[in-house]
């Protein structure tokens, strides 16, 4: 690289600065690391994001972390939905398991809260750290056209050409990361051959604060509750089939919607505009490299009908941003093997097992062979009847941290 070239300094670069790179370079903040964030939209789009459809399911611990970095106090109640209990359908059957422990309004299961208010408050959550020990500096509309990982440091050139030194770089730039690639870090890709589709509907029948999942024939379809009359539709389907259902008029898509449903909400009536996803799994084969680190969907991007992602890249980020700050302190080095293979054994343990299980029961559930039909009724009568396997999956929806 030109020696010539004015070189920025910082401890640390994150690339990506979604909702888990933001709550990162805060998280170092706190510590008195500095840190860059690199981003190829605009920062006015950062700052007011637009929708894109997603409500996230946050757990306690996940709202324990946003607390912690002062972003939780910047969504406003009326942005968080409480998720009393959850239902899961199987089929026609009217046979439901339920989820739902000792939860109520008080004490609830989840909270959902918009992808796009977390983002801006994750981003508002910043606004007075452009200097000082712990300074997060920007590059907007901006991207790594190379970098170098030495001994001790990491040498990036900007597509602009500027160069910056850092002590490590992270990768937060989404499942599909290129920054990821350009490490040199294989990751296991599952195309799940399906679509998903994520709007609000308005409903006649209340659903008493309750989620629904239900594995029809054909199709996967949820019901996340927002307010009394209205929830958040998930609705998973073949790309041909996708292709249809948005095609259909208003009135058309909305008689269909209360079909699907099976009218046990009344009618039921869009009211914003639906996101499509394509639905991709992503594990990457390391989640580190020399002075190199994969936070967020880059290191692991779930399928959402388990509604993990966020949470789990949340416990990633504070879990890295601990070893730095306890590194910096102890005055080692903030990016050292034995810190990065430490991270990356502890964020794999609280991955791998829900990565697992959330693959078979994708597969399970969007298999309409005889065989999984029964396979899928069994489970979830099972499920039913066994309180110890139900307590275990509301337990992690509702365990702090700590
Ligand atoms: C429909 C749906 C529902 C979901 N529901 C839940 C849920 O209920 N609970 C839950 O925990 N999770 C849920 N998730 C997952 C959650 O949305 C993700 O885990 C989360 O958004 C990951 O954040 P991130 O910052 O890692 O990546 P992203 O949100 O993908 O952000 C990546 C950022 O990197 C930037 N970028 C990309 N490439 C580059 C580049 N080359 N250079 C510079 N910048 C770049 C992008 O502009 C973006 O700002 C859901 C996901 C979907 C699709």
């Known amino acids: 690289m030109d020696d010539s070239t004015p070189t920025t300094r910082v ?15 805060n998280a170092l903040s706190r510590q008195g690391v500095s840190s860059m964030l690199i981003d190829r939209q605009p920062r006015s789009a950062m700052a007011e994001p637009a929708s894109d459809g997603r409500e996230i399911a946050l757990t306690r611990a996940s709202q324990q972390i ?26 026609q059957s009217l046979f439901a398991m339920q989820i739902a422990p000792q939860a109520s309004l ?3 299961l989840g909270c959902l809260v918009p992808n796009q208010v977390i983002r801006r408050a994750a981003h508002a959550a910043l606004q007075n750290t452009s200097t000082g020990a712990g300074a997060v500096l920007w590059r907007d509309q901006q991207q790594i056209a190379r970098f170098q990982a030495n001994d001790g440091e990491v040498d990036i050139v900007l597509a602009s050409g500027e160069r910056i030194q850092t002590s490590l770089l992270v990768a937060a730039d989404s499942r599909f990361s290129t920054t ?18 994520v709007c609000r509907m308005h409903h006649d ?38 292709e249809q259902q948005l095609a259909l008029s208003d009135e058309a898509f909305d008689a269909d ?6 009218g046990r909400l009344g009618a039921m009536r869009r009211i914003a505009e639906p996101h499509r996803y394509p ?44 070893l730095i700050g306890e590194a910096r302190t102890a005055g080692q080095d903030i990016a050292s093997p034995t810190l990065l293979r430490r991270y990356q054994r502890e964020q794999r343990l609280a991955t791998a097992p829900l990565f697992a299980a959330t693959l078979a029961i994708v597969g399970l ?33 509702t365990r702090s941290i700590g």
């Open 279 to 322: 639905l991709v799994s992503v594990y990457a084969e390391r989640f580190i490299g020399h002075r190199q680190a994969l936070i967020g969907d880059a290191a692991v991007g779930m399928h959402p009908v388990t509604a993990h992602g966020f949470n789990l890249g949340l416990q990633g980020l504070s879990r890295l941003a601990e």
């Open 180 to 197: 990821r690639r350009a490490m040199g870090i294989p990751a296991h890709i599952h195309q799940h051959g399906q679509q998903m589709l």
């Open 106 to 108: 008080e004490e609830p």
């Open 66 to 91: 946003l607390d912690q970095l002062d972003v939780w106090s910047r969504v406003g109640p009326a942005e968080r939905a409480r998720m009393r209990a959850a239902k899961v359908f199987d089929g």
């Open 205 to 242: 029948q209340p659903h008493d604060q309750t989620a629904w999942e239900w594995f029809g024939y054909g199709q996967t379809l949820a019901l996340l509750p927002v307010d009394t009359h209205c929830s958040s539709l998930v609705l998973t389907l073949s790309p041909a089939a996708m």
């Open 257 to 262: 919607i209360t079909r699907r449903f099976g």
């Open 11 to 25: 401890d640390v670069v994150i690339v990506g600065a979604g909702p888990i790179g933001l709550c990162f370079a």
């Open 365 to 397: 559930y969007t298999d309409d062979r005889t065989p999984a039909k029964w396979l899928r009724k069994a489970v979830l009568r099972a499920g039913e009847a066994a309180w110890p396997a139900k307590r275990l999956i509301a337990s992690h929806l």
